[in-house]
């Protein structure tokens, strides 16, 4: 038997880190997945992430789409869609709290600039006939500009607004961004 055993206090700490153990498993920390895992809080970057992946994969779509056909329209509908609602919701809560720092004024700027001229793309896309050759050119100057507005928000203008805001921040932005592109994409679609 060590000495550890026969000293008193020793047994007493031993008690205490279980009575805490216990206590802390039961009532402070999350409850667990049934793989065990944590659940992690849900992230403002993994949100907008989801939403540039769904765009990726209908773009791609869009352009494999036959001349003409109602599939065609219906892809661009859904682009139109996703794009609009992203954009406004990423608007109001990402590049709206982050133009308030100075550090995230020029990222915000240059991020709505680009909005607005993926906007006006998706405009000039809907003027012309689906079954035309410009309508395809058009479409892939739709493309190209979306795909290099994703990757310059993910590969800078997400690390310029890391800096900036708390992780609270991220956790309830991230709320609030889900609930506005899901509004956003009820009222697109109602129009
Ligand atoms: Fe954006
Ligand atoms: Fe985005």
């Known amino acids: 038997m060590g000495v550890a055993a026969l000293d008193p206090s020793y047994e007493v700490q031993l008690a205490m880190r279980l009575y805490v153990s216990v206590v802390l498993t039961r009532h402070c920390y999350p409850r667990r997945f049934p793989s065990g895992r944590l659940p992690m809080p849900d992230n403002l970057y993994d949100a907008l992430r989801e939403s540039h992946e769904l765009q990726r994969s209908l773009l791609r779509k869009l352009l494999r789409s036959k001349a003409g056909t109602q599939d065609r329209i219906s892809l661009f509908k859904e682009v139109r869609i996703e794009l609009h609602a992203h954009e406004a919701a990423e608007e109001r809560y990402l590049y709206v709290p982050i133009l ?38 058009k479409a892939k100057e739709l493309s190209h500009k979306v795909h290099h507005h994703l990757r310059e928000e993910e590969k800078k203008f997400f690390q310029v607004s890391g800096k900036i805001l708390s992780a609270a921040q991220k956790v309830k932005l991230a709320k609030q961004y889900r609930k506005d592109y899901a509004r956003m994409h009820k009222v697109l679609a109602a129009a």
């Open 100 to 137: 308030m720092d100075d550090m995230g004024l020029s990222s915000s700027r240059h991020a709505l600039h680009e909005h607005h001229q993926i906007d006006e793309l998706i405009e000039d896309v809907q003027k012309l006939d689906p079954a035309g050759v410009a309508w395809v050119e």
